[in-house]
């Protein structure tokens, strides 16, 4: 497998250099909320990640044992703990790509909208920061609401005169990862072949799976395109529900959020065809922020692509999702105007 790993990095970054593992670019990934229930696997995930060389762990509370704890992983990235606001700085000093999952998640009975007066006022922190001291830095938001979280964080970065559309990103991964799985499971295909496109936004009904375009190809009924659909936006729901009180998804979305990380990361380092759907800025509706299939480069968003052929079923979804989705951003531009 080293030598597997050798001939990819050859030809995506063009030079030869010592080991495999250092024949990648130096890049520095800092996450904050490092020491919360997505923030520790995905600390673990990131380590695990052989084109990460600096790792930051960034927390109000908690990270020197996290840090400690997955600094002890023999693997390429160094890692070091930061906690409290004075260690902003030096956490995202110099960060290539910085994740985001600070911030309250939901209980029973919550929408993710039930969210907004915490995380709105966390993500809007982070984002002044991140402007200050990375503001080349590709940004993977993760704390909920998303359809908010991005445009707030949007503003922000305009406000500090930062802005750069590529390379802010709504991490929506997790409604592909179960899109993929659900689908797999109904189709009876091996889950590892699936592609399914997800669309746009993270909430409810604004999350527009699109089942018509998944491959392998299975022709299932309408009924069942209908199930998987539901079940596909009600996927953190059901999460929130099982785990009766104790918060919603982290385990699938460490691995969500380190898929799309390393996606980001690949992108960075000329990875050619590196796609991802993700939330970004994007003229493929009339809406300012939708998710869509994203082409990553070595700055961020190389291309939004657009929704290909829908279905009647997903053109109604498309439709309905509309006027939910533009009230969620409208809510997140209003909000880091105010304040
Ligand atoms: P958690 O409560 O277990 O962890 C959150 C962490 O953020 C805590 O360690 C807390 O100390 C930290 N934090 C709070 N304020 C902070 C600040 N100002 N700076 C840095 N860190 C801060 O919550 P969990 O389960 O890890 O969820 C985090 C967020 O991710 C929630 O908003 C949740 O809704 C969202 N989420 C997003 C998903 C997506 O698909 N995009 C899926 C699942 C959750």
Do not use: W
Not at 17 to 35: D, I, M, N, T, Y
Not at 120 to 127: E, H, Q, T, Y
Not at 160 to 181: C, I, M, N, Q, S
Not at 196 to 213: D, E, R
């Amino acid at each position: 497998s080293s030598s597997n790993l050798m001939s990819s990095t050859t030809s995506a970054y063009g030079v030869r250099r010592g080991f495999a593992s250092e024949s990648a670019p130096e890049r520095k990934v800092a996450v904050l909320g490092a020491a919360g229930g997505i923030g520790q696997p995905l600390a673990l995930l990131m380590k695990l990640n052989p084109l990460v060389s600096k790792l930051a762990l960034y927390d109000i509370a908690g990270t020197p044992g996290v840090a400690a704890d997955v600094s002890h992983i023999n693997t390429r990235s160094e890692v070091v703990g930061f906690m409290g606001e004075e260690q902003l700085g030096q956490a995202l000093e110099g960060s290539d790509v910085v994740i985001i999952p600070a911030g309250v998640p939901r209980k029973p009975g919550m929408t993710r909208d039930d969210l907004f007066n915490i995380n709105a006022g966390i993500v809007k922190s982070l984002c002044t920061a991140i402007a200050k001291y990375c503001p080349h830095a590709l940004v993977n938001m993760i704390s909920n609401p998303v359809n908010s979280t991005v445009p707030i964080a949007s503003e922000v970065f305009k406000k500090a005169g930062t802005y750069d559309e590529k390379k802010l990103f709504g991490v929506t991964t997790l409604d592909v990862v179960r899109a993929k799985t659900f689908y797999a499971g109904k189709a009876k295909v091996n889950v590892a072949e699936v592609n399914v496109p997800v669309v746009g936004g993270h909430a409810g009904i604004t999350i527009l799976p699109l089942f018509s375009q998944a491959t392998p190809k299975a022709n299932l009924p309408d009924e069942d395109i209908k199930a998987l659909t539901k079940r596909t936006q009600d996927g953190g729901t059901e999460v929130v529900e099982a785990k009766a009180g104790k918060g919603s998804a982290t385990l699938s979305m460490a691995y969500a959020g380190a898929i799309f990380a390393d996606a980001c990361l690949k992108g960075l380092n000329g990875v050619p065809d590196v796609v991802e759907c993700s939330f970004v800025q994007s003229s493929v509706t009339e809406l300012p922020f939708f998710a869509s299939k994203v082409r990553l480069g070595k700055n961020g968003v190389e291309e939004v692509l657009g929704l290909g052929p829908l279905s009647d079923y997903e053109k109604e979804g498309l439709e309905a999702l509309k006027p939910e989705l533009k009230s969620s951003i409208e809510k997140g531009i209003k909000f880091a105007n105010q304040s």
